[in-house]
């Protein structure tokens, strides 16, 4: 047998091996970013038990930007130039993750005249067309609500 030969198959049985048993055992990273259906539905909690936006404080967003139509028109002004979010920038907002920076810096405050509790640690932006309650300071995304 030729001694490549040899090498070569050493090394696909080697690497299937691998392929066979798996991720590795404890922690999977790529389950940490992965987004929870959960904090989807109203009432429900993120994973570290921060509560989801409420019906109520759905309710009270949905009827100010049906009120207010141009509400969802305003940008920051150094943003009203260039009034584009990265490509692909929905998949990165999910709940559960972290809003990068290239995303965070598009966000609006909510107007005033939306009436909603306060929470410690947290607080609502708006990011294009949707709603974003996030962790303050980790910027982590708790829920999200996409605006009619």
Request: glycine fraction near 8%.
């Amino acid at each position: 047998m030729n001694p490549w030969t040899l090498v070569v198959l050493i090394a696909a049985l080697s690497g299937a091996g691998a392929a066979i048993a798996g991720p590795p055992s404890g922690k999977d990273k790529g389950a940490a970013d992965a987004p929870s259906a959960a904090a989807h539905a109203p009432g429900a909690s993120d994973r570290r038990g921060r509560p989801a936006f409420s019906s109520s404080e759905r309710g009270e967003i949905e009827r100010y930007f049906k009120a207010h139509p141009g509400a969802r028109s305003q940008l920051p002004p150094g943003l009203a130039k260039k009034n584009r979010l990265p490509p692909g920038w929905q998949k990165k907002v999910a709940p559960g993750r972290r809003i990068p920076d290239d995303v965070w810096a598009h966000r609006v405050e909510l107007p005033r005249e939306i009436r909603l509790p306060i929470e410690e640690g947290v607080i609502r932006v708006r990011i294009d067309d949707r709603i974003v309650k996030v962790a303050e300071r980790t910027r982590e995304v708790i829920d999200i609500l996409n605006l009619p």
